[in-house]
């Protein structure tokens, strides 16, 4: 069964950092190609980008409004997916999941999601 | 980037009832369209890939379709446990985006 668990969520004030993970089981990890969506309390699903596995490259795409701040990686020897968020913003409040994607286009999976909260 | 309308934002039914939700993309998407259901404090469950392909282990009751710019989510007899919200999410091209989402609440 694939199970994905997300860690690292906290309150963080305007302007600081912090990484969430994300630790899948079940399926081969390196092989996935992974995705990080939020949603805002209260909000609707937001995309905030996707890594492909490395052996097609490990390309990165994000969302517009994370994009330069957010990094996405992954460690395969950890089976982690990674989201570091730099100089974060008070509407990067949100719920953030990770997700594995199925068929190179479809986010079949997600974790339980975890609770950023950026707020002075 | 492409924006997903749905419609309606908000519908009230009774188990029983045929539920239709609509999604609107602003440019054509082929049938890249996948549908979600979320409840309360939970993850989003994967419904419908591929505009109109059930995914493993959801109900007969659930079917998509349309392509292009217009794609319809329909529930034939709505049952207790679908009272949730569904979003629609394209996957044509980056960046990826989703519908506002509509909410099925109990008449």
């Known amino acids: 069964e694939v199970q994905l668990v997300e860690s690292g969520g906290g309150l963080i004030k305007p302007g600081g950092s912090l990484r969430l993970s994300c630790a899948g089981y079940?399926?081969?990890?390196?092989?996935?190609?992974m995705s990080w969506v939020r949603q805002a309390p209260g909000k609707g699903l937001e995309w905030v980008g996707r890594?492909?596995?490395?052996?097609?490259?490990?390309?990165?795409d994000y969302a517009a409004p994370v994009k330069g701040r957010f990094t996405i990686s992954r460690d395969d020897a950890e089976n982690t997916l990674y989201l570091q968020m730099n100089s974060l913003k008070t509407e990067d409040t949100a719920v953030y999941y990770c997700?594995?994607?199925?068929?190179?286009?479809?986010?079949?999976?997600w974790g339980q999601g975890t609770l950023v909260t950026v707020s002075s | 980037d492409i924006q997903l309308t749905q419609s309606p934002s908000f519908l009230s039914a009774s188990v029983g009832d045929r539920v239709t939700i609509t999604c609107r993309a602003s440019?054509?998407?082929?049938?890249?369209l996948a549908w979600f259901q979320q409840k309360p404090g939970k993850a989003p469950k994967l419904l419908i890939y591929?505009?109109?392909a059930l995914h493993s282990g959801v109900p007969s009751r659930f079917s998509g379709s349309g392509s292009g710019t217009e794609f319809t989510l329909t529930i034939s007899s709505l049952q207790p446990e679908d009272f949730a919200t569904y979003y629609c999410?394209?996957?044509?091209?980056?960046?990826?985006?989703f519908g506002g989402g509509t909410k099925v609440g109990i008449k």
């Open positions: 999410q394209q996957l044509n091209s980056y960046p990826l985006t």
């Open positions: 079940g399926f081969i990890f390196s092989n996935a190609w």
């Open positions: 440019q054509g998407i082929s049938s890249f």
């Open positions: 591929a505009a109109s």
């Open positions: 890594m492909k596995s490395k052996a097609v490259g490990g390309t990165i």
């Open positions: 997700t594995t994607v199925w068929l190179g286009y479809y986010d079949s999976e």
